[in-house]
């Protein structure tokens, strides 16, 4: 069984159809990649799955759950956690903090403990903070910890959204576009680290990606959409030699990457 | 000619004002409606009974005979709102703010307007007995004062208290608004207290704005109830027709309005296009602030009596208004100010004697409020708002 | 200029260092207290006495040594010198009960990012359960206001306020999650108007719900409220162990004073103790999350609507209890005390202190009263003063007795707060005390290097 499944998805704004009967499905352990040209619906598909959007028609299946008409908080909370596109952190808290944010879902702690401090409270929150510094330290973070995370420069605050995301020791992990803006040495260290996450934790990466290098250097199977569609779905090398996908988008990118 | 007539695209003239008959005429009725099924089933009830015997009529006639009046009560309420729910709509069409200090720009508006009329009456100038002509003029340079003043006023508010604060997190303009809200009131009355000695003023009567016209009288009971409309209602309602007939003309046919609906779709690619946008927004914060005090001056016209703080229910109810109708769309300004004066004259004049006493007009603000609540909860983009989906 | 920076800058170094901290607090307090004691009626003294505190605050001293000047202060000093001048007491109360608000106010602000225009409402909540179940009230509801006869009953006694201290909480949180469970799903601006627009609701009620059955007694207010029995037994130790300091025996008011300020000082502490809890745990998280980005804070599996319903029902909870205080305190309630006025004075209280600041909106909440209490009113008394004098102002030549007696600096809260809430928002938004992010000791972190 697939750990994600999606059947007949469709999203509508008014008389835009931005995602159109998608049929999609991504199996434990894979390393994924959603690619297509700008508009064709990727973050939009990404916004169904998390529950941000309610898609129109269709279903979603994660590990067995429905997830349509489920909030995001419950979807995140079933194992579902996510980057977004221009990075959102909570700017004034601190790395650590935003590490224990993403926590949220893992910690026990009730309000009565909270304001009891008993000891079940505060061991928890030394294990979390614990936890949170592994985490930084996985994601390649030193001595940033206190730091406001706006005060980061960009290539670290990326890692510290990847850090947020882990911390919900989620089984699906989505990443949308997270090399944008990174110079080639970041980009590589961040395949590296994206392969670390799925090879030493066992988390499944769904991502979309632009920079094709990425995507044919760590997607074990690519899917491709236009217009709200998906066109193709396969290996790699399929991909790049399908005449729809470069028409529809690698053509596009071939002649913008020559020029 | 011709020529002309066609550059001023009579379309743009006719349908603000086709919507504002459709609006009145639509929502008039369907309280009416309304109002005259709840008095139907009431009327078998104790509160039937009990209009009878305070009034000896049935409930049913003492609500049909008493409609006329409350309809046209309404509207006049009504248009005031709109014409200030329109000052905050174009504002938040423009910032996605809450121009908090709108309250007080109508105050401003009002203060001015008053202030001139006042010192006109007392240099003799303004009478009850000076022909009818003059005290129109008199009346519209007062209205172009006021519109004027809170013009410029709110420009100014808009350059000292918004625009530093630009791009910071949403609740600092917010909180700087209240700030400038709670500012001015008190500027007012120091302004006021300092000059004359009181901040309660009350607009001179002269012309025949007082005056009632009666087209008849139903009977109700022993007595009748004469139909009428006081003059000063009509020019509220024809001034706040002929400006937002302007507005829309402004807006959606000129390049200025072009230029205004450009930074509020939005304001990076506008500013990419050349569009000056602090120049817009200023623009923007003149028309609402010159409509809010046109809307004060009418304001004090209708009820007389203006105190530095006349502003905050007014603009609490055309907020509602703006948020009732879809705020940032003017159209839907017009037609919450229309719903929303309608409904609260109806809670003023029927809620008494539908409860038998126990809840009176003095609970027609928490009703309009009710409503705002109503709306945000099953329709939270408000009557004409489109559902604007959030980006992630 | 540069010398006299640097040559502060130094003075600033002396005096953080070595022994020179405990030194200047010291000495701030008993010069405050001196001045206090030997000329009670002046503002400028109590200024400097009450302003010492805030020296202690500053000061680098070991915090065992800041807590217990700080207990000597607030719970010894300031009651004897309030017995002495009950004016001071009066101010020191109202910092209490505001500070306590601003607080509670601050959690659905500062934390949440939840703007709450109508705080208030629940300070009403809590105040009007008291004044019902405290008073004849219960009695009069077959009266219309004014045509109770005189000899009443009391519905319960006045020792169940600290029951109702209890209830009030509950109650007043409970109304806060009624009222937050329709628009908490709303965008932050729209929440401020609709808050707004309860708090004057509740006002309304307030107002009118003296018919058909009079349960508020309408805008006259209800009165008298119990307030809890006070044995004659205290008075008397009061009297016997600080009579000779304070200078004069003292009334049971005066106690009843001295007690409803320091339970306000006991709230507070509480209050304190709870937010830092709170602020620091999961939940606070959340809600600095949610201040943050809603968006990223949903997609974290943060719960939105109950997390801000946590946050409203908790801020609601304070108000109630300090709205029994009030109510007891004063024996009376009427509407006047909740109005949109008051939510925005807290509202400036926590905006001028530090949004999210604990200290920040505690300085606040002092600032403000002190401003509104001191010197709005001082400038009042002065103008009524110049007003009767034969004096003129030079240059226009203009008659101070003509200045409009409606020309009240008291009643110009709105000019001040007005004006405090645009200058920080523009000048200084995180306010005087800027909140901290708790800085953590990251073992891993050093040992990785």
């Known amino acids: 069984m697939a750990l994600l499944e999606t059947i007949g998805v469709t999203k509508r704004f008014g008389g835009l159809t931005a995602v159109m ?15 297509g040209p700008n508009g064709a619906g990727k973050t939009t598909f990404f916004n169904t799955l998390t529950g941000i959007y309610r898609p129109e028609e269709g279903k979603i299946i994660f590990n067995g759950h429905p997830l349509i008409g489920l909030r995001p908080d419950q979807i995140a909370a079933l194992g579902i956690s996510r980057t977004f596109q221009n990075i959102r952190l909570f700017g004034n808290m601190t790395v650590i903090e935003n590490i224990l944010v993403g926590m949220h879902t893992r910690l026990k702690q009730n309000p009565l403990q909270v304001l009891l401090r008993n000891k079940a409270f505060m061991e928890e929150e030394q294990e979390a903070e614990a936890r949170a510094a592994q985490l930084m330290q996985y994601v390649g973070l030193t001595n940033v910890g206190n730091e406001l995370a706006r005060n980061l420069p960009y290539g670290a605050q990326r890692r510290v959204e990847i850090a947020r995301a882990l911390a919900a020791n989620p089984t699906l992990l989505l990443l949308d576009e997270p090399t944008a803006g990174m110079n080639p040495q970041e980009t590589a260290e961040a395949i590296k680290l994206f392969r670390r996450i799925r090879d030493e934790k066992g988390i499944t990466i769904l991502l979309i990606e632009h920079d094709m290098r990425v995507v044919m250097s760590i997607s074990e199977r690519i899917t491709v959409m236009d217009y709200g569609e998906k066109i193709a779905e396969g290996l790699p090398e399929q991909i790049r030699s399908n005449q729809r996908v470069i028409e529809a988008y690698l053509g596009r990118e071939t002649v913008s990457e020559k020029g | 000619m011709q020529r002309f007539l066609k550059s001023i695209q009579l379309r743009e003239l006719l349908r603000p004002l086709g919507q504002m008959i459709a609006f009145s005429l639509g929502s008039s009725a369907v309280l009416s409606l309304i109002i005259i099924i709840l008095a139907l089933i009431l009327d078998q009830t104790a509160v039937g009974a009990s209009t009878m015997a305070r009034f000896k009529v049935s409930l049913f006639s003492y609500t049909i005979v008493n409609l006329p009046q409350v309809l046209i009560d309404g509207l006049t309420l009504g248009f005031v709102y709109a014409a200030i729910a329109l000052g905050y709509t174009m504002v938040y069409g423009v910032l996605e703010f809450i121009n908090f200090a709108h309250s007080e720009i109508f105050a401003i508006g009002a203060f001015v307007g008053v202030e001139i009329l006042i010192a006109l009456k007392g240099r003799e100038i303004l009478s009850t007995e000076m022909s009818v002509g003059n005290a129109y003029w008199w009346l519209i340079l007062a209205l172009l004062a006021g519109m004027a003043a809170a013009g410029l006023a709110a420009v100014v508010v808009e350059r000292l208290a918004y625009r530093p604060l630009r791009g910071a997190p949403r609740l600092v303009p917010l909180i700087s608004a209240i700030g ?120 004090a016209l209708k009820f007389t009596r203006i105190d530095p703080f006349v502003g905050f229910f007014p603009g609490l109810k055309a907020f509602t208004a703006a948020v009732l109708g879809g705020i940032g769309n003017l159209t839907g300004a017009l037609l919450g100010g229309i719903v929303l004066g309608l409904l609260e004259t109806f809670a003023g004049t029927f809620m008494s004697i539908f409860t038998m006493g126990a809840a009176g007009a003095e609970y027609k603000d928490i009703f309009a409020f009710s409503i705002l609540i109503l709306v945000l909860i099953f329709r939270p983009h408000g009557l004409m708002g489109e559902n604007v989906g959030q980006k992630a | 200029m540069k010398t006299l920076g640097t040559f502060s800058q130094e003075m600033l170094r002396r005096i953080q260092s070595g022994y020179m901290p405990y030194l200047v607090s010291i000495l701030h307090a008993l ?153 908490l799903r709303l965008r932050g601006d729209y929440l401020a108007i609709v808050t707004l627009g309860f708090g004057e609701v509740i006002r309304v009620l307030a107002n009118n719900l003296d018919k058909p059955w009079n349960i508020t007694n309408g805008p006259q207010g209800i009165t008298p409220i119990q307030r809890p029995t006070l044995p004659p037994a205290v008075v008397d130790l009061f009297n016997n162990t600080l009579g000779p300091v304070i200078g004069h025996p003292v009334k049971a008011s005066d106690v009843y004073n001295v007690l409803f300020y320091l339970m306000a000082l006991l709230i507070i502490l509480v209050i304190i103790l709870v937010a830092r809890r709170l602020d620091d745990s999961k939940i606070g998280r959340a809600w600095t999350a949610i201040r943050e980005d809603e968006t990223a804070a949903i997609a974290m599996g943060i719960p939105l609507v109950r997390m801000k319903l946590a946050a409203f029902a908790a801020g609601a909870s304070f108000a109630g209890a300090m709205g029994v205080m009030f109510a007891a305190s004063r024996t009376f309630v009427s509407p006047e005390s909740f109005s949109f006025m008051q939510s925005i004075g807290v509202l400036t209280m926590v905006i001028l202190g530090g949004i999210g600041s604990i200290p920040g909106v505690i300085l606040g909440a002092a600032v403000v009263v002190l401003l509104n209490l001191q010197v709005l009113q001082g400038l009042s008394l002065y103008l009524s003063q110049l007003r009767q004098s034969d004096a003129v102002i030079p240059i226009i030549n203009f008659a101070w007795k003509n200045l409009s007696t409606q020309l009240d600096p008291a009643k110009y809260q709105r000019l001040l707060f007005g004006i405090i809430l645009i200058l920080m928002m523009i000048f200084r938004p995180a306010g005087l005390i800027p909140a901290a992010r708790r800085q953590r000791e990251l073992a891993v972190e050093e040992s990785g290097d």
């Open chain 3, 31 to 183: 010069v405050g207290i001196y001045l206090v004691y030997t000329s009670p009626r002046s503002n400028i003294a109590f200024l400097i006495f009450i302003s010492s505190l805030l020296t202690l605050y500053t000061v680098k001293t070991s915090a065992a040594y800041k807590v217990t000047a700080g207990v000597l202060l607030a719970v010894v000093v300031m009651p004897i010198l309030g017995v002495r001048n009950i004016f001071y007491l009066e101010i020191l109360f109202q910092i209490c009960v505001f500070a306590a608000l601003a607080l509670g106010l601050n959690i659905v602000v500062g934390f949440a990012g939840l703007l709450d225009l109508g705080y208030v409402a629940f300070y009403a909540v809590g105040a009007y359960l008291w004044a019902f179940f405290g008073s004849q009230q219960y009695y009069v509801i077959p009266y219309a206001p004014g045509t109770q006869p005189a000899d009443l009953p009391f519905l319960l006694p006045g020792d169940m306020f600290y029951l109702f201290l209890m209830l009030a909480v509950i109650i007043a949180a409970v109304t806060g999650i009624l009222l937050g469970l329709p628009v």
């Open chain 1, 21 to 35: 009967k998608m049929d999609f499905k991504i199996e434990q352990g894979e390393i994924l990649s959603i690619i």
């Open chain 2, 180 to 299: 400038v809200s709670f500012f001015l009131q008190d500027a007012i009355r120091l302004i006021e207290s300092i000059t004359t000695g009181q901040f309660h003023r009350i607009i001179p009567t002269f012309g025949n704005f007082d005056q009632r016209l009666t087209f008849g009288s139903m009977p109700l009971g022993a007595g009748s109830i004469s139909l009428g409309v006081q003059i000063k209602s009509l020019i509220v309602i024809i001034a706040a027709v002929v400006m937002l007939i302007g507005l829309n003309y402004l807006v959606n046919a000129t390049k200025v309005g072009k230029a205004i609906r450009a930074v509020a779709q939005d304001r990076a690619t506008a500013s990419l296009m050349g569009i000056d946008v602090n120049h817009i927004i200023a623009l923007t914060f003149l028309i609402g602030g010159m409509l809010g005090g046109a809307a004060g001056v009418l304001y």
